[in-house]
Every structure is written in C-alpha cells, then in structure tokens.
C-alpha cells in the first residue's frame, strides 16, 4: 500500500520562529490534505492542497506531485501552533479514504 | 451548528464485553468514516460508507461491525472487545475529497 512518511517526528521551537513540516508520499495520489490535532486531541483541517500553494495566514503549503511530497510552513510560531501536524493521501482508486502518515510533534515555547 | 458528534466521549469495557460508537452528523455529508488512532501513531481507516445503507471495510476492520441505515448516523460496533481494541476512535464525514470534517473523539479503555 501507499506509504506516507513525515518529517521530522518531533520539533521544538521558541516563539516566533519558523518551521518547515515535510510530507513524503510512494504513489501517486488523487489528493493531499494537512491536519492539525490540538493537544486536547481535536483534528481540524488545515489545507486540501493536491498541488501548487496556498496560504492561510500564518501557515502555508505547498505540494509538488510530480515528486510526490508536500510541505507545509509555519511562520512566526505561537504557542496554539503546539500539537500534532498529521499529513495524509488519497490514493488514485480511493473513495475519499485517507491514508495517515505518523504525524509531526510539534512544541512552541513561550 | 454542531458538525460530527460522536457519543460518548469515554468508555471502559471489560474483555467480550459489546458496545456500540455513534456518530452524528448534521452537514448533509455522503460519506462518513471511522478511524482509530493509537498512541504516536497517525489515524487508521476502520470502516467507511459512501451513502446511506451502504458500509465498506477500511485497513484495520477486525473486530468490528458499522451500520449507516440513516444518513446522518454512522454506527461502530464491538461485538466482543478485545485489549487490542484500546484505542481513541474518531469519526469524520466529508462531501468529498474537501470538507472532511472530524468528530471529537472517543477514548475506549477495554481491560
């Protein structure tokens, strides 16, 4: 099956710094979303980006298809930022099923 | 507007013991879903339904049984709970590729 692989596992950042998430995929996928689970456990949907960029304020995205994988941007971190950033596919044949990679950890400090 | 409900939000059950998951949805959604997620782990396709009475079986669907006899509800049953089956279980729906929107969770401790 597809593989969904992100990177890094784990990320500490002081506030107001930077941070680039990777998303690495193994097939072609029909489309790619990011997720964002705050610590009390919520999934909210970040981004529906199967290719090109886009931008929601402080966070933006970008995915590449062609070379299979996606990356999304935080700018000027803040503590709500804090949580897990869960990158997942669709495969080609799918109805809608996403796939889940393992997630990115992310910690802001104040 | 509430989005995806799912009841209840904690559960212990005792090994073979049964239970029923419901998931609520008020968006007018074709197609729900049930994941399950472990610890560090991203979330796992149980089960899923592209429309009302149908169900299909996602990538882990052992030990578990789904209905969807309405369009608004999606229900996840555990005929004999196992330890394994200790997991946060989350439902979600969507109208397609966009709009996947999930529920809060339910965290189930079977011992």
């Known amino acids: 099956g597809i593989q969904v692989e992100q990177s890094p596992p784990d990320l500490i950042l002081q506030e107001g710094a930077n941070s680039t998430l990777r998303c690495n995929f193994s097939?072609?996928?029909?489309?790619l979303q990011w997720f964002h689970q705050n610590p009390w456990g919520q999934l909210i949907n970040l981004f529906y980006?199967?290719?090109g960029t886009k931008q929601n304020g402080r966070l933006s995205a970008t995915t590449v298809a062609t070379e299979r994988y996606s990356l999304l941007y935080i700018s000027s971190s803040q503590t709500t930022d804090s949580g897990v950033y869960f990158c997942?596919?669709?495969?080609?044949?799918?109805?809608?099923?996403?796939?889940f990679g393992s997630g990115t950890r992310l910690l802001v400090r104040p | 507007n509430a989005g995806v409900t799912q009841t209840p939000k904690f559960r212990v059950l005792k090994t073979g013991q049964s239970m029923t998951l419901l998931c609520a949805q008020d968006?007018?959604?074709?197609?729900m879903y049930w994941y399950r997620q472990d610890p560090g782990m991203g979330l796992r396709l149980i089960h899923y339904?592209?429309?009302?009475?149908?169900?299909a079986k996602g990538e882990v669907p052992d030990g578990y049984n789904v209905s969807r006899l309405k369009k608004q509800n999606f229900l996840l049953g555990l005929e004999s709970a196992a330890p394994s089956q200790t997991s946060v279980y989350f439902c979600?729906?969507?109208?397609?590729?966009?709009?996947?929107?999930f529920g809060s969770g339910t965290r189930l401790t079977v011992v």
């Open positions: 979600a729906s969507s109208w397609g590729a966009q709009g996947y929107t």
């Open positions: 097939d072609s996928v029909n489309n």
């Open positions: 980006i199967p290719s």
């Open positions: 997942a596919v669709e495969r080609m044949d799918s109805s809608y099923k996403l796939i």
């Open positions: 968006m007018n959604h074709e197609y």
């Open positions: 339904s592209v429309g009302e009475g149908t169900t």
